[in-house]
């Protein structure tokens, strides 16, 4: 059993666990970010991390799901929760093994994106500039439409390059 002022000790005893692990660089970030939340929130609280069981951690859980995020998040914020649950148990940090107690959320199944051809965003061009609208209706599609598409085609050449350089220097942009 570790003493309840050991908890902080546990966050990078985490990270450097995520690191044996060979987790990705980011992958150790937003494991740690999430881990150092549910740490704030036992400290914050005033819980005996030893004695921590099911109903504060479903509290803990609860309080996070009122926020406006998405369901695969949540789901991501569960998974995370629960395998710093387990790591603290595996650790003595936990009387008991939380972790298997939490039910995994399902993540909703995301829908494929197809990229337009030039013949669709000719033919999408050409419909905004056809309609019977007001001129501030079209303006503002055009403006939706054109930063849209403008700004996706930047990201993916720029997420092109970032890859290049990545597999040519191994230097990552």
């Given at each position: 059993m570790k003493e309840k002022t050991n908890i902080l000790s546990s966050y990078a005893e985490y990270k450097n666990y995520l690191e044996i692990k060979n987790k990705a660089d980011s992958t150790i970030v937003d494991y740690s970010a999430k881990a150092l939340k549910l740490i704030n929130y036992i400290i914050q609280n005033d819980i005996d991390t030893y004695k921590l069981?099911?109903?504060?951690?479903?509290?803990?859980?609860?309080?996070?799901k009122k926020r406006t995020i998405s369901n695969n998040t949540y789901a991501k914020f569960v998974n995370c929760s629960r395998i710093f649950l387990s790591f603290?148990?595996?650790?003595?940090?936990?009387?008991?093994?939380?972790?298997?107690?939490?039910?995994?959320?399902?993540?909703?199944?995301?829908?494929?994106?197809?990229?337009?051809?030039?013949?669709?965003?000719?033919?999408?061009?050409?419909?905004?500039?056809?309609?019977?609208?007001k001129d501030i209706e079209n303006l503002r599609d055009f403006i939706v439409f054109y930063f849209g598409i403008n700004f996706k085609l930047e990201w993916f050449k720029n997420r092109w390059r970032r890859q290049a350089i990545y597999k040519h220097t191994g230097i990552k942009g």
């Open positions: 069981n099911i109903e504060q951690v479903e509290s803990y859980l609860a309080k996070n603290l148990y595996d650790r003595g940090y936990l009387e008991t093994d939380i972790a298997k107690k939490i039910e995994a959320v399902k993540k909703i199944q995301s829908i494929e994106r197809v990229a337009l051809s030039e013949n669709e965003i000719s033919r999408i061009e050409d419909y905004i500039k056809k309609r019977n609208c």
